[in-house]
C-alpha cells in the first residue's frame, strides 16, 4: 500500500528542508494456520493497512513530540520552526502524529501499533510493518503479538 506525505527531520542536513516521498507500506504476519488455510485473510488484512494509510495520505506530517521542532496552532493555522526557518500551514493540511519524528522507523512503528489494536490476537503470533521511503531505503518494526 502507498501514502503520499510531506515531512522534513530537523538537525539533518538533507532533511531538514520540506520534502514528501510516496511512502511504501507492506504487512507480514505469523501465526498458525487455521481450517482455511490461513494465518488471516489477505483482503481482511489489506482493508486494515489501507484504511491506516488513508489517514496519513497528501498531508504534512508533523511530530508532536519533536524536540527540535517548534509547532505552535493558532486556529487554523500551523507555524513550524525548525532549522532556522519558519513555515505557515493550513491546519487541514496537517496531520499530528504522537512521534518524536517523522522517519521510517517511527511511521512503521506507529502503523504496528494501530494494527495490533485492531487484530485478533487468538493465532497471531508476530507482526512485521515495513515502511520505505524511496527504493532501498526502508525500515521495520517487528513486533511479538
Given at each position: 500500500?502507498?501514502?503520499?506525505?510531506?515531512?522534513?527531520?530537523?538537525?539533518?542536513?538533507?532533511?531538514?528542508?520540506?520534502?514528501?516521498?510516496?511512502?511504501?507500506?507492506?504487512?507480514?504476519?505469523?501465526?498458525?494456520?487455521?481450517?482455511?488455510?490461513?494465518?488471516?485473510?489477505?483482503?481482511?488484512?489489506?482493508?486494515?493497512?489501507?484504511?491506516?494509510?488513508?489517514?496519513?495520505?497528501?498531508?504534512?506530517?508533523?511530530?508532536?513530540?519533536?524536540?527540535?521542532?517548534?509547532?505552535?496552532?493558532?486556529?487554523?493555522?500551523?507555524e513550524i520552526e525548525a532549522a532556522g526557518?519558519?513555515?505557515?500551514?493550513?491546519?487541514?493540511?496537517?496531520?499530528?502524529?504522537?512521534?518524536?519524528?517523522?522517519?521510517?522507523?517511527?511511521?512503521?512503528?506507529?502503523?504496528?501499533?494501530?494494527?495490533?489494536?485492531?487484530?485478533?490476537?487468538?493465532?497471531?503470533?508476530?507482526?512485521?510493518?515495513?515502511?520505505?521511503?524511496?527504493?532501498?531505503?526502508?525500515?521495520?518494526?517487528?513486533?511479538?503479538?
Amino acid at each position: 500500500m502507498v501514502f503520499c506525505g510531506a515531512h522534513l527531520i530537523a538537525g539533518r542536513e538533507r532533511c531538514e528542508c520540506l520534502h514528501g516521498h510516496n511512502w511504501r507500506v507492506s504487512v507480514a504476519l505469523e501465526g498458525e494456520v487455521d481450517e482455511r488455510g490461513m494465518v488471516m485473510d489477505f483482503l481482511e488484512l489489506k482493508r486494515m493497512v489501507e484504511e491506516e494509510c488513508s489517514k496519513l495520505d497528501h498531508k504534512l506530517l508533523l511530530p508532536q513530540r519533536s524536540e527540535r521542532m517548534k509547532i505552535d496552532q493558532q486556529g487554523e493555522k500551523v507555524e513550524i520552526e525548525a532549522a532556522g526557518k519558519r513555515y505557515l500551514f493550513p491546519l487541514q493540511d496537517v496531520l499530528f502524529l504522537p512521534l518524536r519524528e517523522i522517519t521510517a522507523e517511527e511511521v512503521a512503528g506507529l502503523i504496528a501499533e494501530r494494527l495490533i489494536r485492531r487484530l485478533s490476537p487468538g493465532r497471531l503470533r508476530r507482526l512485521e510493518v515495513r515502511v520505505e521511503e524511496a527504493p532501498g531505503q526502508s525500515a521495520v518494526c517487528l513486533r511479538e503479538l
